[in-house]
């Protein structure tokens, strides 16, 4: 079963919003967690460089042990950007949506396409990670987000009839 679900995607001017639905009776138990943090350390290993702002300061290693796991699929997103190619200055924001069961995740991206497809991957890693979905390629995955990068005569926004 899918811990994380991605409930809507919204393209705004500055940032792309990633709605996603987690349930907490599916949370996976504490050994899972720090299993598959490990495995997305593997995998992403440039994750060991991230801060965020919470209220503990802790490098993101112990953090993404026992955060919530829609704060760590913002990291995983940014760090699959990061790894097709966006600057690592990319930001984003993790809030839950009071009075539903539901966390807005907001990338302040440099490309939504890039965005959007990081978003998808950074699903299929979490719930690999877990032990729960299919094996993941992540460099021939990261090479096909990358892909999606706007080209230069490409509008913003614009499907890429391929």
Known sequence: MSVLRLRCVRVLDERVDLVLAFDAEDAPDVARRGAAAERLLEWL??????????????P????MRD?????????????????????????????WRRGEDVFRVSIFDDDDAVCAGAARLALSLIEHALGDGAPVDVHARIADVAALRAKPNRQPGAIDPR
């Open 45 to 58: 290993p440039g994750l060991a460089r991230h801060r965020c702002s919470t209220e503990v300061d802790r």
């Open 60 to 63: 993101f290693t112990q953090e």
């Open 67 to 95: 955060t919530e796991m829609p704060h760590l699929f913002e990291h995983v997103v940014l760090e699959v950007m990061a790894c097709a190619g966006s600057p690592r200055t990319v930001a984003g924001h993790t809030v």
